[in-house]
């Protein structure tokens, strides 16, 4: 029972993936270029913070049905499948850059079992599956696009119970063979050919960004007419065509895909010869959320911040991660840092300074706002609701909330005599 399976690379996508896979009963090697993080790993020491990842990695280690190894080459050895799950950086024109994967398929040609399937679920332009099988070199192998859909923080959920499985092959029993391994989830399984497998998932993300960008400008239009976007969003979320999930206007979207995968479709599409002016104002609306968000800091210290603290509550491109990577929060703080802000910021997943930002993170939500004048809370840890704001009043130079995530009580802090911001509601 239980197949053998190789993943190539340990990162938020391979651990998770790696990990699901020995739960739903297959033998799971996981390789990684770097030597420490493959130790740590064996002790069962999982390095990103992801909701129940700890106690399956512990699981799989103890039954022995997943292991991690240095170097793909060896991993492949009696794999039946491999999954590729490398980076796809963006590259300098917005493009994503392919080398980590043609480099983990060039160095996995030679050692791969005949008849067994290379499964691509890096996100990759359309296209790339035939790039895999050039740098593969193996006519005896099948490639598989089976994109991933796991959101950071929720990923060993969302990989448990997906809303669907995509399989993009040109081959059909490569597709049922690679659908066998997903026994067990109760998802329904499309089976598709690898450019529409490859489009779904950069459609999927463009179309979750194009919410976010859509609400946020929503929420521009709320603030100008004086209406309040939380109600605005229940009364839209009631109507099924729209639905209520992906329309929590904030500081922008971020973190390492919905910029990127925007970026990467805008670049195919004009590629391909389509102007896609729709995604790119997506992204500009996103960018422009960015700076007005920090606007609303300037106006609310008074129109400068130049020398003036400020306090931040977020780092983190969302809650429930550790993951920094474009985070919304960093670019509205980076611009307050442009301006001369004196930046004290505390986040529950962050410790220790930030490269690339001048700003104090200090353990303590409290001690960060010690003397500030404006207290911007920007990513929306669900503990931030919870903090006792009389001590936020009393630590405080002048009680003034910007809410740039609508996440803490609003009544509760004009009752404290707090001068208060969101986004789309006064
Ligand atoms: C996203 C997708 O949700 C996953 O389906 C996909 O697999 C993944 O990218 C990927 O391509 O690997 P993730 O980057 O973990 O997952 O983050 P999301 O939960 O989608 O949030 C992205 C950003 O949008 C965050 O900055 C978040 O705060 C923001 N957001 C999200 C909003 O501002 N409002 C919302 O209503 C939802």
Redesign the pocket.
């Known amino acids: 029972m239980g197949s053998n399976i190789a993943v190539i690379g340990t990162g938020?996508?391979g651990l998770t993936t790696g990990a699901c896979l020995s739960t739903l009963g297959h033998r799971v090697t996981c390789a990684d270029v770097v030597p420490e993080k493959v130790d740590r790993l064996n002790l069962g020491d999982v390095p990103i913070l992801e909701s129940g990842l700890d106690e399956i990695v512990a699981e799989g280690l103890k039954s022995g049905q997943l292991r991690f190894l240095l170097g793909a080459a060896h991993a492949v050895a009696d794999a039946e499948f491999i999954y590729l799950c490398v980076p796809t950086p963006q590259g300098a024109d917005g493009s994503a850059d392919l080398s980590y994967i043609e480099d983990a398929a060039r160095e996995i040609g030679h050692h791969l079992e005949p008849g067994s399937i290379v499964i691509n679920k890096s996100?990759v332009p359309v296209g790339s599956t035939r790039v895999v099988e050039q740098a593969l070199g193996r006519s005896d192998v099948h490639v598989v696009s089976n994109?991933?859909?796991?959101?950071?923080?929720?990923?060993v959920h969302?990989f448990l119970h997906p809303d669907r499985v995509v399989i993009g092959a040109d081959d059909q029993s490569a597709a049922v063979r690679v659908a066998s391994l997903y026994i067990g989830l109760t998802a329904p399984i499309q089976v598709t050919d690898p450019a529409s497998a490859e489009t779904i998932?950069y459609a999927?993300?463009a179309f979750?960004?194009t919410?976010?960008s859509f609400?946020?400008a929503i929420a521009a239009v709320c603030e100008a007419v004086g209406a309040d976007v939380n109600d605005v969003v229940l009364g839209m979320g009631y109507d099924k065509r729209i639905g209520e999930?992906?329309?929590?206007?904030?500081?922008?979207?971020?973190?390492?895909?919905?910029p990127?995968?925007s970026n990467a479709l805008v670049r195919i599409a004009e590629e391909a010869g389509y102007d896609f002016g729709l995604l790119k104002g997506v992204i500009t609306v996103n960018e422009e959320q960015f700076e007005r968000t920090a606007g609303k800091v300037v106006r609310m210290a008074g129109g400068s911040v130049e020398g003036v603290r400020i306090a931040a509550w977020g780092l983190t491109?969302?809650?429930r991660?550790d993951?920094l990577r474009?985070?919304?929060a960093i670019a509205v703080l980076q611009r307050l840092v442009e301006r001369g802000a004196v930046v004290s910021a505390y986040d529950p997943a962050v410790s220790g300074p930030i490269a690339g930002l001048d700003v104090e993170v200090v353990s303590d939500p409290y001690a960060a706002c010690a003397g500030a004048e404006v207290l911007a809370v920007l990513?929306?840890w669900d503990e931030f609701k919870w903090l006792d704001l009389d001590k936020v009043a009393d630590t405080m130079a002048s009680p003034r909330v910007l809410d740039a995530?609508n996440l803490i009580d609003r009544s509760a802090l004009l009752r404290r005599g707090f001068e208060f911001q969101g986004i789309g509601r006064t």
Do not use: H, Q
Request: with cysteine.
């Open positions: 938020y996508v996100t994109p991933e859909f796991l959101r950071e923080g929720s990923a969302d998932k999927s993300n979750l960004a919410k976010i609400v946020n999930a992906f329309l929590r206007p904030g500081p922008g979207f971020g973190g390492s895909c919905f990127k995968d491109f969302k809650a991660t993951d474009e985070s919304p990513t929306e995530r």
